[in-house]
């Protein structure tokens, strides 16, 4: 198996052609996510493609959530499987557009490796997707197509779903999206806990680029005095499904690093 952490060669399609990308992510407090927006329109124009929508990704692991652990003790090599679409199939609709993805991360750089394919359109409507969308057969092939071969089995996890603003920071050409209403449901026939869907606090602003450092438009956000910078949707949605219900500051990330280190 090749080092799917180097420059990897793929011979699917992908979105990393033009390189690995940076990122940084910053926790936005429930209280702020309408000035964390007016400040977005303000510094960035809108994407012009895609301005907003409903992502949905449906996470896999292994029965042991190796993926899991590996982002909850912030190891320096780190990757995440999911199989992603966009918003609900149009009305009377038969396929919708799905995307399987391998990303990869080492330290604050990170990598995207994704195909698209043609599903039914019911198999993402009500609780369909609880049965992996693909056939786990299809996944393994277009995992190796990235030259990835899991060492063991993968299942669906957890179904994270969220609305998306993105922008583009016209200075640098990093990509710049806020994150907000993001609701997670247990998907993974292992896990006990049927609890139903958590709708986690607050909000995160990414931004993906060329540079860790952020240009003078997006450093206006250090006005709503936020400071979470390792905020993984996947990490910390699993993270509340799988602690005792009613426990205090369940459905907020748990760690903090300053904005001041990249202002």
């Known amino acids: 198996m090749k080092n799917i952490f180097g420059l990897l060669r793929t011979k699917g399609r992908t979105d990393c052609s033009d390189g690995c990308r940076l990122e940084r992510k910053f926790y936005i407090p429930e209280e702020k996510i309408s000035m964390a927006a007016a400040l977005l329109r303000h510094c960035c124009p809108p994407d012009p493609l895609y301005p907003e929508g409903v992502v949905h990704s449906l996470y896999y692991d292994t029965e042991n959530l190796d993926d899991y652990e590996d982002s909850e003790q912030g190891s320096r090599q780190r990757k995440k499987i999911r199989l992603r679409w966009y918003n609900q199939p149009a009305s009377g609709g038969k396929t919708i557009r799905v995307f399987a993805e391998l990303k990869t991360k080492e330290g604050f750089t990170g990598r995207k490796y994704r195909q698209a394919v043609e599903v039914p359109a019911r198999t993402v409507q009500g609780n369909q997707w609880q049965k992996g969308i693909l056939p786990y057969s299809a996944v393994l092939a ?92 996947y990490a910390c949605c699993l993270s509340a499904q799988l602690e005792e219900a009613g426990s205090f500051g369940r459905l907020m990330p748990s760690g903090r690093a300053s904005w001041n280190e990249y202002l």
């Open 142 to 233: 277009v995992l190796a197509q990235f030259d990835y071969f899991p060492p063991q089995r993968l299942l669906p996890t957890i179904l994270i779903s969220y609305h998306r603003r993105r922008f583009i920071d016209l200075t640098t050409g990093a990509r710049v999206s806020l994150d907000w209403r993001i609701v997670s449901t247990l998907a993974a026939p292992h896990q006990t806990r049927r609890e139903g869907p958590l709708r986690m606090e607050g909000a995160v602003v990414e931004v993906k680029g060329r540079s860790l450092e952020l240009s003078p438009a997006l450093r206006s956000l250090k006005l709503l005095e936020t400071d979470w910078t390792r905020y993984s949707k």
